[in-house]
Structures are given as C-alpha cells and as structure tokens.
T-cell receptor, first 113, second 116 residues
Framework: GESVGLHLPTLSVQEGDNSIINCAYS??????FIWYKQESGKGPQFIID?????DKRQGQRVTVLLNKTVKHLSLQIAATQPGDSAVYFC????????????FGTGTSLTVIP | DTGVSQNPRHKITKRGQNVTFRCDPI?????LYWYRQTLGQGPEFLTY????????KSRLLSDRFSAERPKGSFSTLEIQRTEQGDSAMYLC??????????????FGQGTRLTVV
C-alpha cells in the first residue's frame, strides 16, 4: 500500500537559520503533493504544493523540492521565525486511487529564539 | 470569515451516545472531505463528496459512521453508539473543482471529540 513518511519526527533550529523538513513517499503513481503546517489545536494550513511534473517550486520564504527518482519531498524554510514552530505534514494524492490525500506522521519544528 | 467552518469545536459525550458534527465549506468549493486525526498522527481520510454525491469512503468509516451533504453545500458527520476509540479531532476540508484534480484542500479548525 501507499505510505508517506517523514525522516525526522522532531527538528530544532535557531531563529534566522534555514530549516529543511524531509518526506519520503513510496508510491510512484502519486502526482500531486502538498505541505501543510499545523499549530496546536488548529486544522492543517496549506503552505505550498507541487505537481509531479515539477521538481521545484518557491513561495514566500518556502521552497518545495521533489525528487521522483528517490521518491523524496522536502520543504525548505528560509530565515526561520518563532512563528514557524508547528508540526509539518507532507501529503500526497494518488490520482489512481481517487481524490483523498495521504498524510505522513509529521515533523515537529521548534524554533529557538 | 470565508474559510471552512466546523462546529462544534469541542464535544464531550458519553460512550454509547450519538454525535453529529457540521462542516460548512468554502462557498465555491464543490469537493468536501472528512478526515480524522489522533494525537501525534497525520490526518486519516474518512470520506469525500463531490457536490452532494459521496464518491469515496475509507475502510476506517465503520457502519456507525455516516456522512451526508444533502444540498451539495454543508455536510454532517454522524457517529452512532460512540466508543472511546472514536475520540479524535475530526477535520473537514474543501477544494474547488479542477479538471486535473490538483488543487489544494483547505481545512477547517476541526471538532475535537472526547468520548468518556
């Protein structure tokens, strides 16, 4: 079956440093990926997405990289701020199995002031 | 507020009781999803609607669970004869129609269910 997993469950970074959160997926049929940020007690918040026909996409302070060869996704956050502290999930959509997203366990990012 | 709205935000119920949650999606979104999230885990897919049609259901959705979206707008998720294992955050998400199906899903704040 499909699986979405994260390499590190927790990550601590100094304020101002760059953060990199990694995600591995197992199904090569996945064609769309999203990174979500979830703060305590809140629903997941969309950060950035990428389609499988791309290998890089940039947003404001965030960049998503997709390596389909090794089925790896990463989220880079530039100049990490205390407000970036949250749990980050990658989610994949397998178009062959329908419209639901499959989420990994999440990585907890803590920004140290 | 034009985001996805869920209520109640919190619900405490006794085991064996029925509960119903409501989700109001973003108005122009025709797709609506229900997910369940337990502590320390990512959201797990439960079911999906396109307009009023329930197109997909997860194996997680036992016969005690039922979801409806009668007019293609708001949706309800009912859990009958609740069990302690039903305690979780129930998340609703919606997305706009897209021919390629590649559109982000926007989540509500969730309903936290505690079964005692």
């Amino acid at each position: 079956g499909e699986s979405v997993g994260l390499h590190l469950p927790t990550l601590s970074v100094q304020e101002g440093d760059n953060s990199i959160i990694n995600c591995a997926y197992s199904n090569s049929a996945s064609d769309y990926f999203i990174w979500y940020k979830q703060e305590s007690g809140k629903g997941p918040q969309f950060i950035i997405d990428i389609r499988s026909n791309m290998d890089k996409r940039q947003g404001q302070r965030v960049t998503v990289l997709l390596n389909k060869t090794v089925k790896h996704l990463s989220l880079q956050i530039a100049a990490t701020q205390p407000g970036d502290s949250a749990v980050y999930f990658c989610a994949e959509r397998l178009i062959l199995t329908g419209n639901q997203f499959y989420f990994g366990t999440g990585t907890s990012l803590t920004v140290i002031p | 507020d034009t985001g996805v709205s869920q209520n109640p935000r919190h619900k405490i119920t006794k085991r064996g009781q029925n509960v119903t949650f409501r989700c109001d999606p973003i108005s122009e979104h025709n797709r609506l999803y229900w997910y369940r999230q337990t502590l320390g885990q990512g959201p797990e897919f439960l079911t999906y609607f396109q307009n009023e049609a329930q197109l997909e259901k997860s194996r997680l959705l036992s016969d005690r669970f039922s979801a409806e979206r009668p007019k293609g707008s708001f949706s309800t998720l009912e859990i009958q004869r609740t069990e302690q294992g039903d305690s979780a955050m129930y998340l609703c998400a919606s997305s706009r129609p897209d021919r390629d199906s590649n559109t982000e899903a926007f989540f509500g704040q969730g309903t936290r269910l505690t079964v005692v």
